[in-house]
């Protein structure tokens, strides 16, 4: 078959791109040549555009033992303790199918964990959708949320958090970002790298079918009216399965049988292989006639490019094959050695006795195209609004419209469709600052959160960018956790516009600037450009997901209120800064004007006396101030509770809204016993942090003196109604 | 006391449940769903999970399985058998409990936590707990609405074979504390003899205060007594 222009086109590939194939293998590729370069050079496998920025992030840490790279990141939590994590994306597929695009989302991350040798023990997730007034909308939630749920829940690994927002932005491309963690044994950490000659490359888990052909490409691109035309290209999960094949390899690994593994994810068998070799600096060998096929007839090309779900590939130790074969018998999954290792440094596919494909591995790895694209500076938007001049508010109906708006309402119509207690070592559940999730047999957790804020990264993307940092550090200190190290999932729009690429590349300015100054480093994440439709760009959405660890389970803290007469203490300062918050976007529709501002250096100490507050049993409950303000905050506590509060009017700022819906960062909201609280104040006085008492813990009613008094059931039912009624 | 947790392909509560039991001192044996003999048990689990990815319909699979007729054969013979869970939607595929577990009248997933009230605790199960005691226990499934004939039905709480409903807080026992939509707010039922007990909502979940709480450890407690 001549490979002719419009095939090019059609395999997403540039012109340019094309040229750069034949040079590198010195003639015209075949069709299932170009398949593979097509795959392997797709934004979604090779950074093309993003790995220039993304080497600029701190990556490093006393904590780090694997940054990014692997399959996932991996960190040190002492004794011989790993946690490795990582989130990814599935925004495409889940646009077009919902419910398997959003499963299979969840099946990827936890393979990506798994093949490291951890078992998982949390799953967490960021989902965006389109405005509720979309047409869409309903039937992508009720998609996504039981989709992951039906993942999550069939295979038994709890759900603890996540969040859920709505915004035009994402009316015809929503975000399903999926993160999974796991907890494994030090020195018992598996890599992707090959190593040694004439090893055999083994195949496991379910049969191979025509599934998710090109699912990384159609990743690559923007959709447009089409794009329902794409379903073909989205993979089928199965978490049953998936189940059996974590099983499987978990009691594999127990033993040193394994050199390499890798996970079958975007570009199947394709990425798998080449990702070994090129890391071994070896060649592989595959005899395509081994691959357990699920329908009859299947071609090199599809074997190649299929994204079929729950598939490994193992570089196993000689002689270790009827032992390890045995394992995945017994979980009744196939298991073939497909191919070997060999010393050619190429790609080479056999076929019914012939080489239909060889491709030097390095033309599919290292030398894969890289951009320095153009992008341009996001100026900080000028403050233009007087609070004066807008219509008057009550504050009693401004807290009400709030608390029962789409993106504020109590979530629990989600969270109830995950299992979150299984595996029952859920200390914390979503709803929470951070969940927490106790080492098993242990006395330590791990606390983990997932935050975005786009709206904050659309206005400013270098100071969004380290906002999200800090939401997630406070978000990890608010439940008494020490903050160890993140995993991004950097969505974004068209990097070909200029507009676009700068966003992404300040967002990443800023990232690096707040995570190296925390001492918070990157451990792994997924890049997810081309999110728009017909030239519509999303906002940048950057998704960060932390962890941090409490030594003992016991000092957890959460933001439930303990009890009446208990002083809350707001620590960090108030400036009212309104431009950007759910306040002015809610109420008064307005969205334009810079992001708060981020002061890293009080971030840092704000955080850290906070926490020694924690550690030393002085504080009944926590809570950070992020969007929505201090009002938000403080009737979260109480909605958390069932308990109210009385709340003193403020004496200095003048401007009641501005006071109590400013979203000024760095600020933490802190439940005190009387008796412990002038000794709270000292500790943070000495740390020279701005702190004020701003209310008392009462039966019954959420109140601030003089200006609202509303009965916590109400303000519970206004809360509540949203996902009921939607 | 000796227990056996039984495991097929897709259980995912069964190393909870030997957790909880280990915790309350049960000499327990993991049990794979290929054996063809059972270890001598005082008490055999058919844990919750989502055995054979709930395909075909929930337990449907595992009720034909070779450990499932050993099952059968001690549960005859007055062996304490436990389904929590999908365990109790296998005992009602394999015909040891009477009766069949449909959607939840939601059609969706639930997983939360409820309360349920003892209704029966002169049994073997429920012994250590108090009459009417109000119970927090946790829930995660598709399938646990409770339904059977209405000649069933009369039998089951005319017998008094109904250990737990589903009530509020204070132990009302209303529609709306219905999460699932059981007939009468069933959460779980006896056979005839009370040796077999299936249930839906999960007391392995509670047995750590500092994880969800531990209003199931008396279940356990009870067994032992």
Same mark, same amino acid.
């Given at each position: 078959?001549?490979?002719?222009?419009?095939?090019?086109?059609?395999?997403?590939?540039?012109?340019?791109?094309?040229?750069?194939?034949?040079?590198?293998?010195? %003639?015209?590729?075949?069709?299932?040549?170009?398949?593979?370069?097509?795959?392997?050079?797709?934004?979604?496998?090779?950074?093309?555009?993003?790995?220039?920025?993304?080497?600029?992030?701190?990556?490093?840490?006393?904590?780090?033992?694997?940054?990014?790279?692997?399959?996932?990141?991996?960190?040190?939590?002492?004794?011989?303790?790993?946690?490795?994590?990582?989130?990814?994306?599935?925004?495409?597929?889940?646009?077009?199918?919902?419910?398997?695009?959003?499963?299979?989302?969840?099946?990827?991350?936890?393979?990506?964990?798994?093949?490291?040798?951890?078992?998982?023990?949390?799953?967490?997730?960021?989902?965006?959708?389109?405005?509720?007034?979309?047409?869409?909308?309903?039937?992508?939630?009720?998609?996504?949320?039981?989709?992951?749920?039906?993942?999550?829940?069939?295979?038994?690994?709890?759900?603890?958090?996540?969040?859920?927002?709505?915004?035009?932005?994402?009316?015809?491309?929503?975000?399903?970002?999926?993160?999974?963690?796991?907890?494994?044994?030090?020195?018992?950490?598996?890599?992707?790298?090959?190593?040694?000659?004439?090893?055999?490359?083994?195949?496991?888990?379910?049969?191979?079918?025509?599934?998710?052909?090109?699912?990384?490409?159609?990743?690559? +691109?923007?959709?447009?009216?089409?794009?329902?035309?794409?379903?073909?290209?989205?993979?089928?999960?199965?978490?049953?399965?998936?189940?059996?094949?974590?099983? +499987?390899?978990?009691?594999?690994?127990?033993?040193?049988?394994?050199?390499?593994?890798?996970?079958?994810? +975007?570009?199947?068998?394709?990425?798998?292989?080449?990702?070994?070799?090129?890391?071994?600096?070896?060649?592989?060998?595959?005899?395509?006639?081994?691959?357990?096929?699920?329908?009859?007839?299947?071609?090199?090309?599809?074997?190649?490019?299929?994204?079929?779900?729950?598939?490994?590939?193992?570089?196993?130790?000689?002689?270790?094959?009827?032992?390890?074969?045995?394992?995945?018998? %017994?979980?009744?999954?196939?298991?073939?050695?497909?191919?070997?290792?060999?010393?050619?440094?190429?790609?080479?596919?056999?076929?019914?006795?012939?080489?239909?494909?060889?491709?030097?591995?390095?033309?599919?790895?290292?030398?894969?195209?890289?951009?320095?694209?153009?992008?341009?500076?996001?100026?900080?938007?000028?403050?233009?609004?007087?609070?004066?001049?807008?219509?008057?508010?009550?504050?009693?109906?401004?807290?009400?419209?709030?608390?029962?708006?789409?993106?504020?309402?109590?979530?629990?119509?989600?969270?109830?469709?995950?299992?979150?207690?299984?595996?029952?070592?859920?200390?914390?559940?979503?709803?929470?600052?951070?969940?927490?999730?106790?080492?098993?047999?242990?006395?330590?957790?791990?606390?983990?959160?997932?935050?975005?804020?786009?709206?904050?990264?659309?206005?400013?993307?270098?100071?969004?960018?380290?906002?999200?940092?800090?939401?997630?550090?406070?978000?990890?200190?608010?439940?008494?956790?020490?903050?160890?190290?993140?995993?991004?999932?950097?969505?974004?729009?068209?990097?070909?516009?200029?507009?676009?690429?700068?966003?992404?590349?300040?967002?990443?300015?800023?990232?690096?600037?707040?995570?190296?100054?925390?001492?918070?480093?990157?451990?792994?994440?997924?890049?997810?450009?081309?999110?728009?439709?017909?030239?519509?760009?999303?906002?940048?959405?950057?998704?960060?997901?932390?962890?941090?660890?409490?030594?003992?389970?016991?000092?957890?803290?959460?933001?439930?209120?303990?009890?009446?007469?208990?002083?809350?203490?707001?620590?960090?300062?108030?400036?009212?800064?309104?431009?950007?918050?759910?306040?002015?976007?809610?109420?008064?529709?307005?969205? @334009?004007?810079?992001?708060? @501002?981020?002061?890293?250096?009080?971030?840092?100490?704000?955080?850290?006396?906070?926490?020694?507050?924690?550690?030393?049993?002085?504080?009944?409950?926590?809570?950070?101030?992020?969007?929505?303000?201090?009002?938000?905050?403080?009737?979260?506590?109480?909605?958390?509770?069932?308990?109210?509060?009385?709340?003193?009017?403020?004496?200095?700022?003048?401007?009641?809204?501005?006071?109590?819906?400013?979203?000024?960062?760095?600020?933490?909201?802190?439940?005190?016993?009387?008796?412990?609280?002038?000794?709270?104040?000292?500790?943070?006085?000495?740390?020279?942090?701005?702190?004020?008492?701003?209310?008392?813990?009462?039966?019954?009613?959420?109140?601030?003196?003089?200006?609202?008094?509303?009965?916590?059931? @109400?303000?519970?039912?206004?809360?509540?109604?949203?996902?009921?009624?939607? | 006391?000796?227990?056996?947790?039984?495991?097929?392909?897709?259980?995912?509560?069964?190393?909870?449940?030997?957790? =909880? /039991?280990?915790?309350?001192?049960?000499?327990?044996?993991?049990?794979?769903?290929?054996?063809?003999?059972?270890?001598?048990?005082?008490?055999?689990?058919?844990?919750?999970?989502?055995?054979?990815?709930?395909?075909?319909?929930?337990? =449907?699979? =595992?009720?034909?399985?070779?450990?499932?007729?050993?099952?059968?054969?001690?549960?005859?013979?007055?062996?304490?058998?436990?389904?929590?869970?999908?365990?109790?939607?296998?005992?009602?595929?394999?015909?040891?409990?009477?009766?069949? /577990?449909?959607?939840?009248?939601?059609?969706?997933?639930?997983?939360?936590?409820?309360?349920?009230?003892?209704?029966?605790?002169?049994?073997?199960?429920?012994?250590?707990?108090?009459?009417?005691?109000?119970?927090?226990?946790?829930?995660?499934?598709?399938?646990?609405?409770?339904?059977?004939?209405?000649?069933?039905?009369?039998?089951?709480?005319?017998?008094?074979?109904?250990?737990?409903?589903?009530?509020?807080?204070?132990?009302?026992?209303?529609?709306?504390?219905?999460?699932?939509?059981?007939?009468?707010?069933? =959460?779980?039922?006896?056979?005839?003899?009370?040796?077999?007990?299936?249930?839906?909502?999960?007391?392995?979940?509670?047995?750590?205060?500092?994880?969800?709480?531990?209003?199931?450890?008396? /279940?356990?407690?009870?067994?032992?007594?």
């Amino acid at each position: 078959m001549k490979i002719t222009n419009a095939i090019v086109e059609k395999h997403g590939l540039k012109p340019d791109e094309y040229s750069k194939i034949k040079e590198l293998l010195e %003639r015209e590729p075949n069709l299932l040549e170009l398949g593979i370069f097509s795959a392997m050079w797709n934004e979604h496998c090779s950074y093309k555009s993003s790995r220039l920025h993304l080497k600029n992030l701190p990556t490093k840490g006393k904590q780090v033992i694997q940054g990014p790279g692997e399959n996932a990141g991996v960190i040190d939590i002492g004794d011989d303790d790993a946690i490795i994590f990582k989130i990814e994306s599935h925004n495409h597929p889940s646009f077009i199918e919902p419910y398997q695009g959003a499963a299979t989302g969840v099946g990827g991350i936890l393979r990506d964990v798994f093949t490291m040798g951890a078992r998982p023990i949390a799953l967490l997730n960021s989902i965006h959708f389109g405005s509720p007034k979309h047409p869409k909308t309903k039937s992508l939630l009720n998609g996504v949320v039981s989709g992951i749920g039906g993942y999550g829940n069939c295979i038994g690994i709890p759900t603890v958090a996540g969040e859920t927002k709505f915004d035009s932005t994402y009316n015809e491309n929503i975000l399903v970002n999926a993160m999974a963690v796991g907890h494994a044994k030090k020195d018992k950490i598996f890599y992707s790298k090959a190593k040694g000659l004439n090893k055999s490359v083994v195949y496991v888990g379910s049969k191979t079918g025509r599934d998710g052909i090109h699912g990384a490409s159609m990743a690559s +691109a923007e959709f447009d009216e089409n794009s329902e035309d794409k379903k073909p290209t989205v993979q089928v999960g199965d978490p049953f399965t998936e189940k059996l094949l974590m099983e +499987a390899c978990l009691e594999l690994m127990k033993d040193k049988s394994i050199i390499s593994i890798q996970d079958m994810g +975007a570009a199947g068998l394709t990425s798998s292989s080449v990702e070994m070799a090129s890391k071994g600096e070896l060649g592989i060998e595959l005899n395509l006639d081994k691959v357990p096929c699920r329908e009859e007839g299947m071609t090199p090309y599809e074997m190649m490019l299929s994204e079929s779900q729950e598939r490994m590939l193992i570089v196993l130790e000689n002689n270790k094959e009827k032992e390890a074969k045995k394992i995945f018998e %017994r979980w009744d999954l196939d298991f073939v050695i497909i191919g070997k290792t060999t010393n050619t440094n190429n790609l080479t596919l056999k076929f019914k006795n012939e080489i239909v494909g060889e491709i030097p591995i390095d033309a599919l790895a290292s030398k894969a195209p890289l951009y320095d694209r153009k992008w341009i500076k996001t100026k900080l938007p000028t403050k233009k609004i007087n609070i004066k001049d807008l219509k008057k508010i009550k504050l009693e109906d401004a807290l009400i419209k709030i608390l029962s708006s789409p993106n504020e309402s109590n979530k629990s119509w989600v969270s109830e469709q995950f299992d979150q207690l299984v595996m029952t070592d859920t200390a914390q559940r979503s709803g929470s600052d951070a969940a927490i999730i106790r080492i098993h047999k242990k006395e330590k957790a791990i606390a983990v959160t997932v935050d975005s804020s786009a709206n904050y990264c659309k206005a400013h993307p270098l100071t969004g960018g380290k906002q999200i940092v800090c939401e997630s550090w406070r978000n990890l200190i608010s439940v008494g956790a020490k903050p160890i190290a993140i995993t991004n999932c950097l969505n974004f729009g068209n990097p070909e516009n200029s507009k676009v690429m700068g966003e992404f590349a300040e967002c990443l300015i800023g990232l690096k600037e707040a995570c190296e100054f925390l001492n918070f480093p990157v451990v792994s994440g997924n890049v997810s450009f081309y999110n728009g439709t017909n030239k519509k760009n999303i906002d940048p959405t950057p998704v960060v997901g932390g962890v941090g660890l409490i030594q003992n389970t016991k000092n957890k803290i959460n933001h439930i209120l303990k009890k009446e007469g208990n002083i809350i203490l707001q620590v960090g300062k108030t400036f009212g800064h309104l431009y950007q918050s759910v306040f002015f976007k809610e109420i008064y529709s307005i969205t @334009e004007g810079p992001p708060p @501002e981020v002061n890293l250096s009080n971030e840092k100490n704000n955080g850290e006396t906070v926490l020694k507050l924690i550690n030393g049993n002085l504080i009944a409950s926590a809570h950070d101030i992020s969007a929505g303000g201090s009002i938000l905050a403080l009737a979260e506590m109480c909605l958390s509770s069932r308990y109210g509060l009385k709340i003193e009017k403020p004496t200095k700022l003048s401007n009641l809204m501005e006071h109590y819906f400013g979203e000024d960062q760095g600020r933490y909201l802190l439940e005190i016993e009387p008796k412990n609280l002038e000794k709270v104040i000292k500790i943070i006085d000495a740390n020279n942090i701005f702190n004020e008492t701003v209310a008392t813990v009462q039966k019954d009613y959420f109140e601030i003196i003089g200006e609202l008094k509303i009965h916590i059931n @109400e303000l519970y039912k206004v809360n509540n109604k949203w996902y009921n009624n939607y | 006391m000796n227990s056996s947790v039984i495991v097929f392909p897709g259980s995912n509560c069964d190393r909870d449940i030997a957790v =909880a /039991l280990e915790k309350l001192e049960f000499k327990n044996t993991m049990v794979w769903h290929k054996d063809i003999t059972l270890p001598k048990s005082d008490l055999i689990v058919v844990p919750g999970g989502f055995s054979y990815g709930d395909h075909l319909r929930s337990g =449907a699979i =595992a009720a034909k399985s070779n450990i499932l007729n050993e099952v059968i054969k001690s549960a005859n013979d007055g062996c304490l058998v436990l389904g929590i869970c999908n365990g109790f939607q296998i005992l009602t595929e394999t015909g040891l409990l009477k009766g069949v /577990l449909l959607r939840n009248k939601n059609l969706k997933f639930l997983g939360k936590d409820i309360y349920v009230k003892t209704i029966n605790n002169n049994n073997k199960f429920c012994n250590k707990y108090k009459q009417d005691q109000v119970l927090k226990f946790n829930i995660a499934h598709n399938e646990g609405n409770y339904f059977t004939s209405l000649d069933h039905l009369k039998e089951l709480e005319d017998k008094n074979l109904i250990p737990f409903k589903y009530c509020d807080e204070k132990g009302n026992i209303k529609d709306e504390n219905n999460p699932n939509g059981s007939l009468n707010n069933i =959460a779980g039922i006896f056979n005839d003899k009370k040796n077999i007990l299936g249930m839906m909502p999960h007391p392995e979940r509670m047995v750590d205060q500092m994880i969800s709480g531990d209003d199931g450890i008396n /279940l356990f407690k009870s067994l032992l007594n």
